[in-house]
């Protein structure tokens, strides 16, 4: 049973619009979570991160919210940019080692 | 500074065979972890090292497995009697410290793509 789960497989928004990637976990356990992104052939690179005592933080474009009592986090991109077509993984730590959603892809079309 | 490294990019093999692959973590990282990506799925823990040994090894998927990092940076994978299944891409990262107390964040090298025919 997958702990982490991101029942969205892909996502297309136009340049400019938000994009809103999601995310559910089972676990209350898990201290924090964080969001990476992947382009082919390349490894996933860190975007941002949660703690599990915050519901928010912001970096640039980017912000990450959590609901702890409904085990939802998701990821806001605004706004949306070509570039950041890429495959967007969903993480939760669980003591020492990350457990990973099967990602969304998303596709920032013009 | 360089990130983490890992030889070689693409490793094809036959059933049966031994393979190596290595990652090169970022430098003064004392944390190195190990997960395979198959296709369709997000990465999946395999191992964990904190300085030379290895703290967690609950991923490994059988006794085919096993790595090492004899001197607390460089870490080998190691597949024996490579199968099928084992077909996935090799991820390897590192972190300056581990452990629930630190919020240190994993950074990931680029992968090992590994077939086995």
């Known amino acids: 049973d997958q702990q982490v789960k991101q029942n969205s497989p892909s996502l297309s928004v136009q340049e400019g619009r938000i994009s809103i990637l999601n995310c559910d976990y089972t676990?209350?356990?898990?201290?924090?979570f964080l969001w990476y992104k992947k382009y082919p052939a390349e490894g996933p690179t860190f975007l941002i991160s949660?703690?599990?005592?915050?519901d928010k933080n912001e970096d640039g474009r980017f912000t990450v919210f959590l609901n702890k009592s409904a085990k939802h986090l998701s990821l806001h991109i605004v706004p949306s940019q070509p570039g950041d077509s890429a495959v967007y993984f969903c993480a939760a730590r669980d003591t020492d080692k990350l457990i990973f959603g099967t990602g969304t892809r998303l596709q920032v079309f013009p | 500074g360089a990130g983490v490294s890992q030889t070689p990019s693409n490793k094809v093999t036959e059933k049966g065979k031994y393979v190596e692959l290595r990652c090169d973590p970022i430098?003064?990282?004392?944390?190195l972890y190990w997960y395979r990506q198959s296709l369709g799925q997000g990465p999946e823990f395999l191992i964990y090292?904190?300085?030379?040994?290895?703290?967690?090894d609950s991923g490994l998927p059988n006794d085919r497995f096993f790595a090492v990092r004899p001197e607390g940076s460089v870490s080998t994978l190691k597949i024996q009697r490579t199968e099928r299944g084992d077909s996935a891409v090799y991820l390897c990262?590192?972190?300056?410290?581990?452990?629930?107390?630190?919020?240190?964040?994993?950074?990931f090298g680029p992968g090992t793509r590994l077939t086995v025919l």
């Open positions: 676990n209350s356990m898990f201290d924090y």
């Open positions: 430098s003064g990282h004392t944390a």
């Open positions: 990262a590192s972190s300056l410290t581990a452990g629930v107390i630190s919020e240190d964040t994993q950074y």
């Open positions: 090292f904190q300085g030379t040994g290895a703290a967690d």
């Open positions: 949660i703690s599990s005592i915050k």
